[in-house]
């Protein structure tokens, strides 16, 4: 130990890691990286030794390495490992049925049984135990997690998966791991938001009009289990596309029903400039990244309809997930972060028509956008 530093030949270097990137190298399975993921529920899961399913963690770049995502698959008749930990957990049932065991000890036996389409969370550092419910299929869902952010803070695995604290302001009430919740009116007055622990199924789960994010759509936003990350439903009619918005990082969208293609493009460009084009199906996942522009298509024939599991709970409310200045849609010439129809570069619908015209669909966007009224 020395009091006054001096330089000297042999001195140790800093080796710049992340707490979260060391704890993934010891997990063992895959990690699945880029822009989006074209099929959830085919994507390649390995042996995962710790939560004793198969895995593979996604760290999608639009995360901003804020949030994470991995899908996990357990095989008929078998469950996974008890387990616990300080960081949230939002979980989207992928495919096939189980139950999962929770309570404030490894051996706590109350469930509540799930399915595909399902929606659920975990109160934080609770223990919990999923359960495949069939002998002959696998299950498999995908849960986005705070595991980076918690991670990084703290870099102590100790801490965050031995961790004997309860949170007794967030564990909320048994019913509702049933189903029950309760109906508010989002903080701008145009939208509602259904606070619970579990939603039976998401693919049928009531949505209201948002006509503020245009054409017809329609949303429901969800609290889960007290969490500051938070998820939202939005439905979008045949033949029509949402308004372009931005903000934060960490927005899984997850189809749920239809196809269609998601646009983002950086928020200083333009669509003719910069663009990303993902096509998409159910089972589809995006992430758009930090502030660009996104915009979501129905190029099919059926009603569309996709799932985000995001930051940006409107009850805990946290500085990624906050509305941009002025809100999501609101007109960025108003000051917020949305741009209107008849504002949009008219190459944006172009394309629509092109990607309807390849299915046999028709746009129904002249409705909303006047230039488009013969
Ligand atoms: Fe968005």
């Known amino acids: 130990m020395t009091t006054k530093p001096e330089i000297r030949p042999d001195q140790e270097r800093l080796v710049s890691h992340t707490a979260y990137d060391d704890f993934q190298a010891r997990e063992g399975i895959p990690i699945i990286t880029g822009f989006a993921v074209a099929d959830l529920r085919t994507v390649e899961v390995k042996p995962w030794a710790r939560l004793e399913c198969l895995g593979t963690y996604i760290n999608l770049d639009g995360t901003g390495g804020t949030n994470d995502a991995y899908v996990a698959e357990i095989e008929p008749g078998k469950k996974m490992a008890p387990e616990r930990h300080l960081f949230e957990k939002n979980i989207y049932v992928l495919d096939g049925r189980g139950a999962t065991l929770v309570g404030e000890d490894p051996n706590s036996r109350t469930s509540f049984e799930w399915k595909r389409g399902s929606v659920f969370s975990v109160p934080i550092n609770t223990w919990h135990q999923h359960v495949n419910g069939s002998g002959t299929e696998p299950a498999r869902f995908v849960a986005v997690t705070t595991a980076p952010l918690v991670m990084n803070y703290f870099h102590n695995d100790d801490f965050i998966f031995n961790n004997p604290f309860v949170f007794e302001d967030r564990v909320g009430t048994a019913r509702g ?32 009009t948002w006509k503020e994010r245009g054409a017809g759509g329609a949303s429901v936003f969800f609290e889960l289990a007290d969490n500051t ?6 439905q979008f ?16 969208v997850i189809i749920i029903s239809g196809v269609g293609y ?15 084009r993902v096509d998409w199906k159910v089972g589809s996942m ?39 200045e002025g809100g999501y849609d609101v007109s960025v010439k108003d000051g917020g972060a949305q741009i209107e129809y008849e504002d949009e570069d008219t190459a944006v619908h172009d394309m629509f028509e092109e990607t309807l015209k390849r299915v046999g669909g028709e746009s129904n966007m002249a409705e909303f956008i006047p230039r488009l009224r013969k």
């Open 177 to 208: 791991f049933q189903g029950e919740g309760k109906l508010y009116t989002g903080g701008s007055g145009r939208t509602y938001v259904w606070e619970t622990n579990f939603i039976p199924d998401i693919e049928t789960f009531t949505t209201f």
């Open 229 to 234: 990350q938070a998820a939202h439903v939005s």
């Open 286 to 324: 995006v992430v758009p990244p930090t502030n660009w522009f996104h915009q979501h298509f129905n190029g099919g024939t059926e009603p569309a309809r996709y799932l985000a599991l995001r930051w940006g709970s409107q009850k805990h409310s946290f500085p990624m997930g906050s509305a941009q």
């Open 237 to 252: 009619p045949v033949g029509t596309y949402k308004k372009a918005h931005r903000h934060g990082p960490g927005a899984h």
């Open 262 to 276: 998601s646009l983002l493009w950086p928020m200083d460009g333009s669509p003719t400039d910069r663009m990303e």
